[in-house]
């Protein structure tokens, strides 16, 4: 059965980093754009980024340019979001998508969902 795997959460002090990782498994993934998710108490899941098979460079919401980077380890089957100067406001559960049909979409309807890492940002 496929899945996504998401790992590397945790407690951080404002400006501290964070590599985020999403293992893939059960079936090859190259085919399907994969992307970053995140949900705050009481808000909107919203989204954060992705590696898209159309595209050479990672699609970023407007909030994670500059501070965050997506890659992806085609060979490993692994996404990673390696997030940097982190910020109280990015306090979240981080959640790992996977479809072929792309991500971003505006539905947020996609063929697999990680079960999400907790990031926590302290000052």
């Known amino acids: 059965q496929a899945q996504l795997v998401e790992s590397g959460g945790g407690s951080v002090q404002v400006g501290g980093s964070l590599r985020l990782s999403c293992a893939a498994s059960?079936?090859?993934?190259?085919?399907?754009?994969m992307g970053w998710y995140r949900q705050a108490p009481g808000k909107e899941r919203e989204f954060v980024g992705a590696?898209?098979?159309?595209?050479?460079?990672?699609f970023y919401a407007d909030f994670a340019k500059g501070r965050f980077t997506v890659s992806r380890d085609s060979a490993k089957n692994t996404l990673y979001l390696q997030m940097n100067n982190l910020k109280p406001e990015d306090t979240a559960v981080y959640y790992c998508?996977?479809?072929?049909?792309?991500?971003?979409?505006?539905?947020?309807?996609?063929?697999?969902w990680g079960q999400g890492t907790q990031v926590t940002v302290s000052s």
């Open positions: 590696s898209q098979r159309r595209n050479t460079d990672p």
């Open positions: 059960g079936r090859p993934f190259s085919n399907y754009d």
């Open positions: 998508v996977a479809d072929p049909r792309g991500v971003p979409s505006p539905r947020d309807e996609y063929d697999y």
